[in-house]
Each structure stands twice: as C-alpha cells, then as structure tokens.
C-alpha cells in the first residue's frame, strides 16, 4: 500500500517529509526503493525532460504521460502531479476537470502554484475529493515572466504576505506546501504558523521536508545549477565518458566482443556456405 494523504500530515512535528522530482518510469522505481515519501512530477519536467527555458510551455497531456509513468514504478512513495500553466486558472471547472485528468493518469494529489488568490480553486478540487499541494514563494510559472528567478520573503511585509497565503491555503484545505527560495527565517515563521507541513527547496532546514529536482541532485542537468540544490553526484560528467567509451570501441573494433554476439552452429553454417556458393 503506497503512503498516504493521512501519512503525510502526521508526519508534521515528528519526522521530515523526503520529496524528490521523477518523471519517467525507471526513476520512478529507484527513487521509491531509496524511500522517499513523496515522488513529486514536477512541471520541471519541462526544463529537464523537454528543454524548455522556464515551465511556461508545459501541457496538460505531457503532465498526464509523464504521471502515468511515475505511477507504473512507484510502489510507496505518494505520487503528486504539478498542474501546468494555465491548467487551472481560467475557471473552477477548468481546474477539478484537469486536476481529474491528472489522478486518471496515476496522481494521489496535485499541486497548484498560487497564494490566496487561488484558494477558492484549491478548496473546489478538494471538496470533489482530490487532495491538493499548495507552492508559495517563488513560482516559476508566473514570477519568471515577472521579474526572473528572486529569492522571497526577505522583507518584513514580503515576509508577512507569505504567512497570509500558507494560512489561507490551509484553510483551502490544502494538505502541504512547497515553499521556493524563501529566506530560511520566513521559511521557519511560516511552518510554525501552520499544521500542514512545509514542504521547502532553497528554503533552509527549518521547513518539515524538502524537495530537490532529481536531475540537479544526481548532477545531470547543466543549463541552471541553483545554489540550493546540492549535488549527489556529477552523471553527466559520468555519462560523457562512458558514451565516449562506446564510440572510441565501436571506431576500433573492439565492440561488440565475442560475449555479445550469437552463432550458429558449425554444420548449419557449412550447409549455408555450401548453398551460397
Ligand atoms: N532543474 C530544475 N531545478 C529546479 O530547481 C527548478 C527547475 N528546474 N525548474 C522550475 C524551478 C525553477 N527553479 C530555479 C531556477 C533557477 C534558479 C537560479 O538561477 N538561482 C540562482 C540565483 C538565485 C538568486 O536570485 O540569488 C542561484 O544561484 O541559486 C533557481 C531556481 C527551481 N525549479
Ligand atoms: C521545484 C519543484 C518544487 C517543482 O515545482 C518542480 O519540480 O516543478
């Protein structure tokens, strides 16, 4: 039985919440054997799947293909699905009918970027019965277009604006909160002031877990390297040599070997050769 809803929130005061991105099938499987709690299918996917700059393009059938995938490995781990741009704020119908899509495809929850101005649309898709995750602070979807990639909540009103959203989202019915690049000392105010746990990346310690997308923290993805997401391991480094490797084998001769190949047997070959002359 995968984790649930419930599991998580009781974790809150007790244990921190491990939340990684995945968004193919066999990450899936190795992040749920490592035992994090929550496989998140960020829109992420975008940048780091798709090439996208920013998660701007990302659509609701790409969201769907990737969650279905994720749900195919997972086995403990609670699957949540990013909805993409403009997946949900157009209308409340728009928003449930595609946060629906997204739990047919495999999702346990859905997380939505927005404070309290969309706390009216979180609290619909939870009444229908889809548990939803809250993302405050920085949100790609729509501060990139505003003012680029910034570091939240280091003034005292910024600081107090993201306290009114997480409560306001908790009272949406919200059951966590991604809090992105927010100063540690907001971070820490904003957990304290809620029972849902906070869910942070780039946000300090002080949060109830953390997230990290999978591509950074195993050292695969080149194009941004935010100061928050420590790197694991350096893959793509690995993964050059190894494909270099493979070329400077197949130049020379030396792969495939005989251990990778299949024969026939003497006398069939010797029947072939005859017919062939
Ligand atoms: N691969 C990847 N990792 C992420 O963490 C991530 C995505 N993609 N896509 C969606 C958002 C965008 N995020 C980003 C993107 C860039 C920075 C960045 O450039 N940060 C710099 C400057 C921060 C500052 O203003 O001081 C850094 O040094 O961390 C941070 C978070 C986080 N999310
Ligand atoms: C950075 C995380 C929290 C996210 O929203 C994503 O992966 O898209």
């Given amino acids: 039985m995968p984790k649930s809803v419930r599991d998580i929130l009781s974790m809150k005061n007790s244990k921190k919440i491990t939340v990684i991105t995945a968004y193919d099938y066999t990450t899936s499987q190795l992040c749920d054997k490592a035992g994090v709690d929550m496989l998140l299918v960020g829109d992420s996917a975008g940048m780091v799947m798709l090439g996208y700059d920013n998660t701007i393009p990302v659509t609701m059938d790409q969201m769907c293909m990737f969650t279905e995938a994720v749900a195919r490995g997972r086995q403990n781990a609670l699957v949540v699905a990013d909805m993409p741009f403009m997946s949900y704020q157009a209308s409340r119908s728009q928003a449930i009918e595609n946060a629906g899509r997204l739990v047919k495809a495999g ?5 939505l970027e927005g404070g309290t101005e969309i706390r009216d649309t979180i609290h619909g898709i939870v009444e229908i019965g889809i548990p939803v995750m809250g993302h405050i602070g920085f949100q790609p979807q729509t501060t990139t277009l505003q003012e680029g990639y910034k570091v939240q909540a280091k003034t005292k009103d910024s600081a107090l604006r993201l306290v009114e959203s997480a409560k306001s989202l908790e009272d949406a019915g919200a059951f966590s909160i991604v809090l992105e690049m927010v100063t540690r000392e907001a971070s820490k105010i904003i957990s304290e002031s809620i ?10 310690p002080d949060c109830d877990g953390q997230v990290l997308v999978v591509h950074d923290m195993l050292g695969l993805y080149e194009k941004i390297k935010p100061k928050f997401a420590k790197r694991y391991l350096e893959l793509s480094s690995d993964i050059i040599h190894a494909v270099e490797s493979y070329r400077n084998d197949v130049v020379s001769g030396k792969f495939p070997g005989t251990e990778h190949c299949f024969s026939m047997d003497k006398s069939e070959l010797e029947r072939l050769k005859k017919e062939v002359d």
């Fill in 195 to 204: 029972s849902i746990p906070t869910i942070g990346i780039g946000s300090g």
């Fill in 107 to 111: 999702a346990d929850a859905v997380k």
